[in-house]
């Protein structure tokens, strides 16, 4: 990065996040593609994309200084998908368990849904929309990571300790995640006290994810990693649901709670046993 830069880096960070979140905004709010056929408010990403490449050609950062690294791709993403599901086998299972115990009957369907806070949205099984949604979360992870673990990471370490980069990174991460209840409050499906704490809840966890890629980055070197775990929390949640005879995915916000506290916990207990905290982030 150019000398000059990096003493501007917060400025920098703040700018490039205003753009992108100006276009999920503008997405969220008129264009809708999330509550259309396909399910996915995917437009805003593949302009983030496109955004973040012209933000590392303009501060002279390589691909490679983001984390898109091309060695150790296959193990990274193979570790990503393993953590991943396993948490989550763990989380299901509590899930069907509790479940179980209310006195419904439950079982697992396979179909295609769209995430939202109030509910999942959809009920498709052609190939089509699996194949819609796995393209879908891809762009979603090459995204959200290369903008928010790999750029911001990047810039805030010129500056900051990785401690702060993190916070820096999370933080904003979390606020990301405030369009959908934002949208429920003006389409007046929400109250301002139930917008405000779906809000607060949405900034928390999706912080606390955002800080566990963070530590992933660190323990990888490369985005790989968080990339595989991010990719995997999202499509399991699209893709498979377990269903009663009173609905579907009622404790869906217990599951994704349980799932990443405990890989929060693995991934923190892993950082720290392995004092990945000296290593630098990107080689």
Not at 173 to 188: C, E, T, V, Y
Not at 204 to 228: D, E, H, Y
């Amino acid at each position: 990065m150019k000398k000059e830069h990096a003493q501007t880096v917060l400025g920098i960070i703040l700018f490039i996040y205003f753009i992108c979140f100006a276009f999920r905004g503008i997405e969220y709010m008129f264009i809708r593609t999330d509550q259309s056929i396909l399910g996915e408010a995917f437009i805003h990403k593949l302009i983030g994309i496109g955004i973040l490449f012209v933000a590392i050609k303009y501060l002279s950062i390589g691909i490679n200084e983001i984390g898109f690294l091309s060695q150790r791709v296959l193990k990274s993403i193979l570790y990503g998908l393993l953590l991943g599901s396993s948490v989550y086998a763990l989380a299901y299972g509590f899930e069907f368990f509790m479940t179980s115990m209310s006195g419904n009957t439950p079982s697992l369907k396979l179909y295609v849904t769209s995430y939202s806070v109030e509910g999942n949205l959809g009920n498709q099984t052609e190939f089509l929309f699996f194949a819609i949604c796995i393209i879908g979360n891809i762009i979603n992870v090459v995204m959200e990571e290369g903008i928010f673990r790999g750029l911001f990471l990047k810039l805030a370490e010129k500056k900051y300790s990785f401690h702060i980069a993190v916070i820096i990174s999370s933080v904003l991460f979390g606020f990301w995640h405030i369009a959908s209840p934002l949208r429920s409050f003006l389409d007046a499906e929400r109250s301002i006290g139930g917008t405000l704490t779906m809000m607060l809840l949405l900034i928390v966890t999706t912080g606390i994810t955002g800080a566990k890629f963070c530590l992933l980055t660190k323990i990888s070197g490369s985005l790989w990693l968080p990339m595989a775990d991010h990719f995997f929390n999202n499509t399991i949640i699209n893709i498979l649901h377990i269903s009663t005879i009173t609905g579907a995915d009622e404790l869906q916000f217990m599951r994704i709670t349980i799932a990443q506290t405990v890989s929060f916990v693995v991934v923190l207990v892993v950082f720290c046993k392995g004092k990945f905290y000296n290593k630098k982030t990107f080689r």
